[in-house]
């Protein structure tokens, strides 16, 4: 599992993430723009449907979801949105994507650029750090909300193919395609989730200490910050040890 999971994980049960409703809220659209311009029928683009479930699973009204993808489709004037994703190393020489919707690459290019290099890192190439992850469905949940076994009942009979321990909470994995089914089979068995989402997915984890801890989370939490963000990932592991004496 990817410390940028374990890092969100920690903000969400601090009640980090409560304060940036809106700007979830930004992100989600953008995604469901982008995502309609495969077509404006959720029963016929995947992609779209999970959009839509992202977005009922933070309570956005239906008017918002309609009129965003209204503007994917071309029903509604708007500014073009392009996707890019960014490739680079943090701290440490953990691996880092940034998925980001802008409406201006150039600006986005050069303060993405400036965030790696603040940071104690640097932005690579296209192809320099992707081929170390793989797109997957990752649910989090807390550990105190079901059992080991409970869990694998319910995610491997609904396509999910891994449960990771990781500490506090359990990391479900599944094909992109899974990711509804276990959505589904999870809110049945009214399990609560932390995350849900398609994500990109480390193959293999970099154990981060010290200084190097401090400095990835700095450009982790700089990047998500930044307005045009849609997501991070990162393929940095740390002891939660070093976040507590970061308190």
Do not use: C
Not at 74 to 100: H, K, R, S, T
Not at 217 to 244: I, T, W
């Amino acid at each position: 599992m990817s410390g940028h999971s374990k890092w969100h994980t920690i903000k969400h049960k601090k009640g980090a993430l409560d304060a940036k409703r809106g700007k979830i809220f930004t992100r989600v659209i953008k995604e469901i723009v982008i995502a309609a311009r495969g077509g404006g029928d959720p029963a016929s683009n995947a992609r779209l449907r999970t959009a839509i479930v992202a977005a009922k699973a933070v309570s956005m009204p239906a008017d918002n979801i309609k009129r965003a993808i209204m503007r994917g489709t071309g029903e509604l004037q708007g500014e073009e949105i392009v996707e890019i994703m960014f490739e680079g190393y943090g701290p440490g020489g953990a691996a880092v994507l940034v998925n980001v919707a802008t409406d201006n690459r150039n600006r986005t290019v050069a303060d993405i650029r400036h965030m790696f290099s603040k940071h104690g890192g640097n932005m690579g190439a296209e192809g320099s750090v992707s081929w170390m992850f793989k797109r997957k469905s990752q649910i989090i949940i807390d550990k105190a909300v079901a059992d080991e076994d409970t869990l694998m009942g319910i995610v491997l009979d609904a396509g999910a193919e891994d449960l990771r321990d990781d500490g506090d909470t359990w990391a479900v994995l599944s094909p992109p395609e899974a990711h509804e089914p276990v959505v589904d089979a999870l809110a049945k068995g009214k399990i609560e989730t932390l995350e849900a989402a398609i994500s990109m997915v480390p193959d293999n984890t970099v154990k981060l200490e010290g200084t190097n801890v401090r400095a990835m989370m700095k450009l982790n939490d700089a990047l998500e910050d930044y307005d045009d963000v849609q997501a991070v990932y990162s393929n940095f592991d740390f002891d939660e040890n070093d976040v507590e004496a970061m308190a």
